[in-house]
């Protein structure tokens, strides 16, 4: 049985693979291996552990990077921060992935799942050269070393998990649960991908990461790529066992399989025996990759449809945490415990013992053998390096921008609205969205998903479902509906797989948007948060090129609750969203269909922000034309002429301002109110679509400047500001603006219960009667003057929140209100 | 075969069961039953039609409850906003439960996990006379059904989940996912309590509720009680097939069996024969019990503790969804798809044809048989009520403040730090708390417990492990360290499953305390979301007794992250918190281990909060001693005399406020600086324990009086506020203060990297030199005066920035300060 698995192999015959021309499996003892395949793995081992000599080496030292002579205390860091753990375990893989990718031109992309893999992910990246290309002053020879060395978890430097400083990596490994659903995105309409996702088994106790197993029934195999799990058992998370690892192999192994998977198992049993091990774990690669191109070649050619979902190979890889570190330190175990997470000698400044202990670790992967005199790698390490694309830490799927293709963006006017009068044509802006959402499914057949959880219908989106369906690889029956082996809409319900698997989607290079009740997407705020930094690191790095936006469509909001009650009202995910830095987060609260799609489309177009737009379903009014409703959008905000009583060249009264759909209706109706009582008054009306206008310019790139705000909402008038969500986020959103203390906002204070919407609107105090009393109540004299408008509107309040309770259903004349 | 299993059935015999003398496997035909066995599943079959009869009622009708003529288009609501899918299957669990707790007197709680649950519960409470027990106006008779009917989804109503309005739940049902976790955390020492949990198969797709199903592996059979998952596939979610019901019924037997689990299966072939039904999921259930109890007695006598976990029983039943519904509607079918989601009949206002299918589902459950003329339930259906607290609609677990008893608190004082000079000892906060909650540990062995993502040690609370081991249940090994089958530390690297125990631990009358790292727990805002709304309601309820507060322990915060860098920075939980009702939240920042122990002990004290605690594990100085502390914190915020540099009886010059632990050290030396360089400077030094304290005591219960708030924060000089989140909060927190011109506020902007505690503190601006600097620029004059020293401090800025970068740690200077 002999090979040429050369770094440049690519025939058919290398192709097979000399390890699975007969699989053995992996549970039996190995039948001996050939010459080639042997010098093949005598190369994965230099490469592994020149990896793992670098990863010491970052995690201890900040000179002396070759050895060139003994280690003194100072020649490590002073303060020991990296974890080496999980290190040697992914060094391995990357190692083994890198075989196939050179034999097969296999484009792989490599996802570390396991918390602080950083040193294992940069090694790597040092040893492909991809880091030294990008971060010239930690170019190859001892000066790079040493820099490579410093710089790790160190003041200014770079962190210890994989992040968007780490060439290669789309998944941010700080906080754990999501490396599974990345993976996922990443090949969704990828079709020659194959993801290698390491999975650790901490990270494999978290929510999001248990409902990830079942993504395979939402990956379509003809048009989408493969993901490759390797589960890595190293048995601890930081200070504890984990489940995964401890419970009964066998009830592993049903588990595994009842995830859909076919489970293969490579076990360490003797970490010392790394020849074996690297060939059970050669074995189980190359079985799982033919098995996936079998799995890919069956679908491809004529897949039945009736055939239940493939069950897609993973490997479970079963090694010792901290593998070929400190067996034992100062009398205690180490490798194969908890006490490997983090640094295996802790007190090599200090303790002769310790340094010395180092020394022979470092040394133990024979240093001599990997680097020169220079301290370059040699080519008989650097062999095991694919070229070019292919190397993981270069590939393009990890810098999705150098592969994005703008969206193809059909027109939307023949969706839009004609105006005849504002106010009086009623649509819901959702099912208008649809439409548009339909059309560009339909242009952009393999580059734009719509992500959801349950909810696309639901949200009012059908109309997508004339251009496409939901994907579904389980059984379809007759009965049902839109469901496909392949589409463009994601429905799971599980915020967090629609989440994970649109970044991955995102960082490798499409464009998507995910639609949800806008009080659960609080579920992803954590996921958010993280994508949003990941942005913010990713916008000041030169080498990653710009990606499509996150985009959030928020429907079934707030104020339209009804039956669903307290439960479904949380309008704080814009509370949450600007904290983040100011440069990645846009907020857009349309207040009509035409708006909607002007906004999204804008969103589409977008790069490298989060765009959250919130938007109801419900039939609601119009209230500009398609191009004024463009410009508008393009503004952000802007006086409403036809909704006020303004005297042209006269400043306003009263300034009645409102974001958001349902606060819009009210203030428009609000302000008519204003106009058939009190004639004379001056109302203006202000809608504000891009909430971010109404920071200033110095602290928000879309700020008003403090003239132009001034220009809008006056400079000492009072503003009565009706907003969808908590208030106190206009008041900290204007908070250096002049004319803090006329402003009056009225907004969500947690008084939800099982409602109508005007009722909601009621018991929240931004219902028409109640805004338009507010501004009765603050411009000077008004009360008085009219005292008989104001207790009439008092009045009316009282009736309609009587008529609902009674009738369970807004009085007629909120139902058919329309501006006059 | 015969047996009396009549209601009071209690004697060994009928303990044993008719349905487990041989249990005979659920997936053969099953043999005939006697004529005993028959009567009792009749008896079930009379309650499930009756609740289901009340579940359609509730959906549809406002009038005419027991159709005493036929329906009219006015009976029904105008808006129909129920859900019939999932309703049937959880009447007919809950029918069959109340058979077994009748003849058990075993105590069950019921948890409803799948969505729109909530006809099901209110039927089934009504059915038990809780309901009306209760709710005087919703009582038996035809008057009392009419008025449960209407109060249904209908404005100033019931949402349609289970909620705290419903007696007997402690799950929230509008959030999907939690059900599993509340469950078990209902029965942590809880040893005679089995929950019986309905799982929906939507849900079962959710990252919690897959995560949850591990949660066996921390419940001890001895001194816990035990959970009966029951897996709901009817299919379908709102508009999708589901993914567990869906999966080959080989593959979902793997599943749950890989999740530890022995799964009975109840397939309903025929919807038409629920005789048939009844009979298989009898049995099933008996079989679980007799399980269950066999695993409690083999574990609670005399347990080897080698043995692997114990397999505990579930059932998986398969039944149509809308089980009993219209089959077919205009030409579609609907029982048994997710067109039964909702209402199954839409038009019963205007199209007679459905008016007269609903008249006819309704009659379908012959509500002659079951209600008498005057609407009161007939004996022979309430016969199938258990007696008193057995009604799982009454039972007290489901009011845990019923349960609740006061934690014995052990004096803190001897954890207490005397102080000689404030600043000078330094000793970890939470290293102190963790030998204090030793002692609360060991003096309430069975009502406290402290929950944590694999982070207790991380977060130097490791003292507690003197009195007491983390729960464990698969295999131990001789290297684990303080692992066992029993204990009072639950930790899993999950947020959900420690939020979701913990609040099913709370609700039913425990305490606790969750600790965490403070970046990721946003990862859970969306379960504080929901359990905060159900305090909010919970308080309102009169026969809700206090239960104790959700306490959540944040540490390695924001300031303290190092290596760990950017991805571990977020203080926002807090801005997110404080958007829920001022009634429910507390937060505090105590400055040292003095103040955390104060801190904690009232917050173990209190009842019906969620209380956010933030604190720092580093050693840092103590400020305080036990006495000034405990007076500091009761106060909420205090004047720190030594710390300032006033001339008593004069106003001062400058404040220099803060909140948190660092920007209290920064805050301090800060004065020091000013103290040393601008001798005369009047610098009062306030510090903050109780966030809340800065509202208006209009807003916030524990708010300062404009007087007060004035006495300490001045009317006018200027106020230098280091704060430890977000700058904006304080903001918005003192909106409406005096002086608000005069606040400015240094605190987190997202500036992390990967750095030291100081240089993170330089870097966001809140290190001593920058407040002293802001200082000087505030006080009028002050920087013309002092412009030497304003240079000088710049100075030490920079160099102490520079030191860092190149050493790795910060200077001397820094390490070693202490207030002089």
Redesign the interface.
Known sequence: MTSDLGPNATSAESKAGVWNQKPAPTDESPASSGAAAEGELDLVDRWWRAANYLSVGQIYL?ANPLLRRPLDPEDT???L??HWGTTPGLNFVYAHLNRVIRRDRQEMLFIAGPGHGGPAVVANAWLEGTYPEIYSNVGGGADGLAELF?QF?????????A?PESPGSIS??????YSLAHAYGSVFDNPKLITAVVIGD??A??????????SH?FLDPVADGAVLPILHLNGY???????LA???EA??????????HKPLFVTVEDPDNTAQAHLDFARALDECLAEIRSIQEECRGSRNQDE??PRWPMIVLRSPKGWTGPRVVDGK?VEG?WRSHQVPLDKVRTDPGHLAQLQEWLESYRPEELFDDGGRLRADVAANAPKGDLRMSATPHANGGVLLRDLKLPDYDRHAVEVTRPGVERVSPMITLGSWLRDVIAANPDTFRLFGP?????NRLQNVYEATD?V?Q??I?A??EH?ARAGRVM????E??CQGWLEGYLLTGRHGVFSCYE??I??V??MF??HA?WL??HRALPWRQPVASLNYLLSSHVWQQ???????Q?P?FI??AV???AEVIRVYLPPDANTLLSVMEHCLRSRDYVNIVVSGKQPSPIWLGPEEAAHHCRRGLGIWAFAGSEVPGEEPDVVLACAGDVPTVETVAAAELLKAGAPGLKVRVVNVVDLMRLQDSGEHPHGLTARDFEGIFTADKPIIFAYHG?P?LI??LT?RRTNQEGLHVRGYK?EG????PF?MAMLNGIDRFQLAIDAIDRVPGLAEKHSMLRQGLQDRRIKALNH??K???DPEEIRNWSLA
Not at 172 to 177: A, I, T, Y
């Open positions: 900040r860091k002073s303060r921060l990296g410093r978890s160190y003041p200014g430097g770079i962190p210890s998990h992040a941010e490994g700080g906080e754990l649960g901490g990270e106790e978290t929510g999001p990461l248990a409902a990830s197993w079942h029934n998370k930081i200070a504890n066992p984990t489940v401890r419970m009964p009830q592993l192994e049903q588990l595994l399989k009842g995830y859909g239940d979902a175990q415990t349950d909810e696309t219908a639901s939901k579904w389980y059984r029956d009965l049902d469901l429905e799971v319900l599980s967090h797989l009080a659960f609080h579920i705020d954590s948060n993280q930094k913010k690191v009804d039956h669903n009650g307290f439960s479904h949380d704080g509370d949450h904290n983040k830095k908590y106190a008041h900290r908070y947690e219960t099982t409602t109508t009722d609902t309770r009738h369970g259903e």
